[in-house]
Each structure stands twice: as C-alpha cells, then as structure tokens.
C-alpha cells in the first residue's frame, strides 16, 4: 500500500491548466526535498519530469511545474496539450526502510 | 546521450530466479547510481532498490530483502538484478533507471531502460 495517494483521475481540455496532487500519509514528502514526478504513456517506460520537488530535467517543458506545502507535493501542467494525456506519477524518499515510494497514480485525460 | 538497453522478456516458472541485464552507453555509467523500478500489468511503479555507483553498496526495499540481490559490472557498464522464488505476483516489466544526481541518490530516475517482461506462470 502506497503511502503517497493521488487523485485516480484528473481531466482538463487543452489549453487550460490542472494540478494533481500528493498526499502522503506519513512524513515522507513534508520531510524531505526528493519529491518526483514521472509521466509515462501506455507501453512506454516512465519519463523524470519534475525533480527535487520544482526542478526540472533538461528537455522538459516549462509548462510542466512542481511544488509542495505541508505534506501534499503538486504537479501543474499549464496549457494543457493533447499529448499530456498520460498517466503520472509521484514519488519520494522515505525515511523507512523502503527508501523511495510512488504514488498510486494519476491518469490526466484531454478533453 | 546515456541510453540503458535491457535484456529481453523471460518466462519462468514458480520457485525460479531470474536475472535481468542493464547496459549503459556512454562512458559516464560509472558515476551514477543506479535503481530498480517494477510495474505489474495495469498496476502502479514499484521501487525494488538501488546499487551505488562502485557497486559496493546496495539497498532494497523492505518487501524484496533476501530475494533480490542487485550487482553491477563497471568493466561492462552493465547492472543486473536478480529475483528468486519467484511467485505469480512477480509477474511485471522490470526497468533499470538511473539517479538524475551523480553527487546523489536523489531518489529522482532521469534515464530508463526500455523495461523487461518477467512472466512466471506454471
């Protein structure tokens, strides 16, 4: 069982701007700065958009932006595109002796 | 441009091992280090753990301890993972990923392998 739970789904149409959320259920992600986020196409492995709670890998779009406040992490992506559509997915150290944890997912569907 | 090419699908039965196979390009492998990330069909990401960038060092998750075990071979640039007992809920695409941070583990996975299909059925 995930300690880091996100919405089952998020939808928007294109152009506009959604957040997914975070929320752990212990103190992994309010503890700690090593918060990702990963987007991943069916079939397709998981692609780093979001690092170190709000950086982001080079070649990764400016519209895609992280934060976090209190023990929820939050990943915007503006100006929705078709080709978000995709499922997503948070992460984050863990001080148990897991060590890294992913959230249960997020499939962003385009209007 | 680091790219992870991975061995190909295995099938096996209940009580096996199986041992997949990572390679790096690019000659800067040995300064990363390196996780093991599993996905079950339809299911989630699942962190299975992490070998330092001499391959002295490894950690695993809790729910895999004394099933997994982690090497990994700088004169190849090649990391392996190997699972035994296996059992039906093994079933998953294995991916070979590695640390965004070279200073790291940032627990943060910039470069992927294409995944490995580990199939165990009777």
């Known amino acids: 069982q995930s300690a880091l739970t996100q919405p089952a789904s998020v939808s928007g149409s294109p152009g506009q701007s959604i957040t997914i959320s ?14 990702s986020w990963y987007q991943q196409h069916p079939g397709k492995a998981p692609k780093l958009m979001i690092y170190d709670v709000s950086n982001r890998p080079s070649g990764v779009s400016n519209r895609f932006s992280g934060s976090k406040s209190g023990n929820t992490a939050s990943l915007t ?7 978000d559509e995709a499922n997503y997915y948070c992460s984050s150290y863990t001080s148990s002796s897991t060590l890294c944890v992913f959230g249960t997912g997020t499939k962003v ?3 | ?4 090419v991975q061995s190909g699908a295995e099938v096996k039965k209940p009580g096996a091992s199986v041992k997949v196979s990572c390679k790096a390009s690019g000659n800067t492998f040995t300064r ?18 992490i070998i330092n960038p001499s391959g002295i060092s490894t950690i695993y998750a809790q729910k895999f301890q004394g099933r997994v075990t982690m090497t990994r071979d700088t004169s190849t640039s090649t990391v392996y993972m190997e699972l035994s007992s296996l059992r039906s809920e093994d079933t998953a695409v294995y991916y070979c990923a590695r640390d965004v941070d070279p200073l790291g583990p940032a627990y943060a996975m910039d470069v992927w392998g294409q995944g490995t299909t580990v199939t165990v059925s009777s």
């Open chain 1, 109 to 111: 569907t385009v209007l």
């Open chain 2, 1 to 4: 441009q680091v790219q992870l």
């Open chain 2, 32 to 49: 990363y280090y390196m996780h093991w990330v599993r996905q079950a069909p339809g299911q989630g990401l699942e962190w299975m753990g």
């Open chain 1, 22 to 35: 975070c929320t752990e259920t212990t103190s992994d992600v309010g503890g700690y700065n090593y918060v």
């Open chain 1, 77 to 83: 992506i503006s100006g929705l595109q078709a080709e």
